[in-house]
């Protein structure tokens, strides 16, 4: 085929944008189906890791079975996964997110009944590479400085990062992204207090179930 | 133009992407506050740039000169797609550390440069191959701007390698001044352009000097112009 004249025609323009669309979202679409399940997988035991990294010690409890979702600080719902010693609860982990300077940053976090901080990590962050991704643990161990803290130590008002008045480092050149951790765990110890009762209500929720369970009877 | 002496030496040096060309200052500046981030940056840069290069070659034929922009761009986004979905789905601990950068590979205006200036005028071999020097000579450049801005701005060299080349290469790991205190400028944008500027410098005085003594020795070869 005469691809030199072919090429000159208006028609032809149309016809090869609209294919390249089509062959481009075609290969988006079939890689999507292809790699969904592989994420999923990876991103659940992510999910699985980052649990066992702020709860130190073992629970008797499949913690990703045991939830109950509540409405959060911000009218979202929020998903606590529970950890028991028998049938009490000891610890309750959820998630909680604050805004970086370059996007959400999701934290996970670790609370022990009687509210302290077990541990936070940064699940997910599209902070500065170099400056604001310290709150990776991999990268410095400023995460690990929320540990034992609760509201009362420091008290509330000194729940802030160094500039702000508080207790908590900034980093050189990145205020806003620790900044916004620290008040993320504020806003989780908040939560956490505004709803110890339903938390650490003992009943565990429908194994099957989504978890909400406020007095539903248990079988 | 398919030679490949030439090819790999104008990617390496003569036409580097950012010494010479002056393109992709963005992704450069963003991330070479570290050596290792400028390496992940340059690595996975280089594997789309020679993707993109081989698959515009193979269809130059088809696309016309009217519509070539929007085509490779189109095509372009679509393989740094594929590759974010297929690190994340299969190789997802490596995903988590360059995770970061390969968004930012779409708006590398250096691979629609290649695709423009080389891969729609040449057979799909040369254009892999010009791909995979461009990519090296932007990975040597990140890796030259990322040690010298953290060396001189928190006195390390390969902070966190092992994090992206597994355990067995933390030894590239170095503490060169201790007890630094750190000079932040260095690692904030101020301190990315300084380098930029410094090291294109010493580039430049570097190729003169060259040129002026290949013209002095009576010239065996015409030098660069």
């Known amino acids: 085929m005469d691809w030199e004249s072919l090429r000159g025609k208006l028609s032809y323009q149309g016809l090869l944008l609209g294919g390249t669309a089509l062959v481009t979202s075609a290969a988006l679409a079939l890689a999507s189906r292809a790699t969904t399940p592989a994420i999923e997988a990876a991103a659940a035991l992510d999910l699985k890791q980052s649990l066992a990294q702020v709860l130190p010690g073992q629970y008797d409890n499949d913690l990703l079975q045991d939830t109950v979702e509540l409405p959060g600080p911000g009218g979202e719902t929020v998903k606590v996964y529970r950890a028991r010693h028998g049938h009490q609860v000891d610890a309750v982990v959820f998630q909680v997110s604050g805004r970086g300077y370059a996007g959400p940053i999701v934290c996970m976090m670790g609370v022990d009944r009687d509210g302290r901080v077990l541990g936070v990590r940064v699940l997910k962050h599209t902070e500065t590479p170099g400056l604001g991704d310290k709150i990776e643990p991999a990268k410095a161990d400023w995460i690990h400085s929320f540990e034992h803290k609760f509201l009362g130590d420091p008290p509330p008002e000194k729940f802030a990062v160094k500039k702000d008045g508080g207790v908590f480092d900034q980093f050189a050149g990145a205020t806003i992204t620790p900044r916004a951790v620290v008040k993320a765990v504020k806003g989780g110890l908040e939560f956490f207090a505004h709803e110890k009762a339903t938390l650490l209500d003992a009943a565990p929720s429908q194994l099957a179930g989504e978890g909400k369970t406020q007095g539903s009877p248990t079988p | ?225």
């Not at chain 2, 060309?21 to 992704?27: D, E, F, H, N, R």
């Not at chain 2, 299969?90 to 995770?99: A, D, F, Q």
């Not at chain 2, 355990?167 to 000079?183: D, H, M, S, T």
Request: include cysteine; charge should be neutral.
């Open chain 2, 1 to 225: 133009m398919t030679d490949y002496a030439r090819i790999t030496k104008d990617g390496l040096w003569d036409n580097n992407v950012v010494f010479a060309q002056m393109l992709a200052l963005c992704p450069t500046l963003a991330v070479t506050g570290t050596a290792t981030n400028g390496l992940g940056m340059g690595l996975a840069t280089t594997a789309v740039l020679v993707a993109s290069n081989m698959l515009i070659s193979s269809l130059r034929r088809f696309i016309s000169a009217e519509v070539r922009i929007p085509v490779y761009i189109v095509f372009i986004a679509t393989l740094v797609t594929l590759v974010d979905m297929g690190l994340n789905a299969w190789v997802h601990e490596l995903y988590k550390v360059l995770g970061l950068f390969i968004a930012l590979i779409v708006v590398n205006c250096a691979i629609l440069g290649r695709a423009e200036s080389f891969a729609a005028k040449n057979p799909v071999g040369a254009s892999a191959v010009d791909g995979l020097m461009m990519g090296l000579g932007f990975t040597a450049a990140l890796v030259a701007i990322g040690g010298v801005r953290e060396i001189l701005g928190s006195g390390t060299l390969f902070a966190n390698a092992h994090l992206l080349l597994g355990p067995v290469f933390a030894f590239l790991e170095l503490k060169l001044i201790p007890e630094y205190r750190g000079f932040l400028l260095m690692i904030l944008p101020p301190g990315g352009f300084m380098a930029v500027g410094f090291l294109l410098a010493g580039k430049r005085a570097l190729d003169s000097r060259r040129a002026a003594r290949a013209e002095a020795g009576a010239a065996p070869e015409p030098a660069t112009a």
